[in-house]
């Protein structure tokens, strides 16, 4: 027994060293990045105009989170982004699992997409604002352009790639339409389904800077474009981390959404 506990020890021990590892590999690289920045900066290499010090930009972001300016600036982009988010999730999903079961409607709809989705949407800055004027509904649409094409061509490649097989299963079940699209194919593309979320959360945030160089008088993009006429590169910097920091939280929300949407599809289907 006690030969046994010695090995289990060892054994937690071995695992708990291989996390620390992981951990260390993990923050590595922006340990890195710091460093060189940090040499840069105490050597002059580069002007501080260009680029300020670390010591700086941590100082200006410690004042904007005290004076409340971050909070306001943040909290306006996130609701932007989350709403024009939602409608490409919501059009994304409903065209991509339509056009992926639809070889006719595939064909009537590839040619329009595939011209479309490379458009930069700051190329759609100009009909936007013709549009739906300078107010906020320009702004949402510019990211639901930036978020609506990774999600739809994700679930259309998954729909594609799992209706082949799923077809006959639902011919033996004599599933109804619903039936099959909701318990078998949505379940059997869900990894595709996912990624292009994650994709499409990531470039609602690109979108964010050209979105707000609409009429903003508060946002993230309008707080880095605004610092960058005033010089203050700091601030610029504060902002790119800033954004950097609530994409990383928003992709770790949706691999944890990943994580438990798939255990129920097992346990869904295995019903």
């Known amino acids: 027994m006690i030969k046994i506990?010695?090995?289990?020890e060892k054994h937690r021990s071995q695992i708990s060293e291989v996390k620390i590892?992981?951990?260390?590999?993990?923050?590595?690289?922006?340990?890195?990045?710091?460093?060189?920045?940090?040499?840069?900066?105490?050597?002059?290499?580069?002007?501080?105009?260009?680029?300020p010090s670390p010591e700086k930009v941590a100082e200006s972001f410690y004042t904007m989170i005290l004076n409340g300016q971050l909070a306001k600036h943040v909290g306006i982009s996130i609701l932007r982004v989350l709403e024009g988010y939602s409608l490409a999730v919501v059009l994304g999903i409903v065209l991509g699992v339509a056009i992926g079961l639809?070889?006719?409607?595939?064909?009537?709809?590839?040619?329009?997409?595939?011209?479309?989705r490379p458009i930069p949407p700051i190329a759609w800055i100009p009909l936007a604002i013709i549009w739906f004027g300078v107010e906020e509904e320009s702004k949402i649409f510019l990211i639901f352009l930036?978020?609506?094409?990774?999600?739809?061509?994700?679930?259309?490649?998954?729909?594609?790639?799992?209706?082949?097989?799923?077809?006959?299963?639902?011919?033996?079940?004599?599933?109804?339409?619903?039936?099959?699209?909701f318990r078998l194919v949505i379940p059997g593309a869900l990894p595709s389904i996912m990624t292009g979320l994650r994709i499409g959360i990531g470039s609602a945030w690109l979108c964010v800077v050209a979105a707000e160089l609409i009429a903003a008088d508060r946002g993230i993009g309008y707080m880095i474009m605004d610092a960058r006429q005033l010089l203050q590169t700091d601030l610029v910097i504060v902002g790119m981390i800033t954004i950097g920091l609530i994409g990383k939280i928003m992709d770790t929300l949706l691999k944890q959404l990943e994580f438990v949407l798939i255990r129920w599809k097992v346990n869904y289907q295995g019903d």
């Open 21 to 51: 590892v992981n951990k260390l590999q993990y923050i590595s690289l922006p340990l890195l990045i710091l460093v060189v920045w940090k040499v840069l900066s105490d050597l002059q290499v580069i002007n501080p105009v260009a680029l």
């Open 102 to 116: 639809s070889r006719s409607l595939n064909r009537i709809t590839d040619f329009t997409i595939q011209l479309l």
């Open 5 to 8: 506990a010695r090995v289990a």
């Open 146 to 181: 930036g978020g609506f094409f990774p999600i739809l061509l994700n679930v259309t490649d998954g729909i594609r790639q799992t209706e082949q097989k799923l077809v006959e299963v639902s011919k033996v079940l004599e599933a109804s339409l619903w039936r099959f699209i």
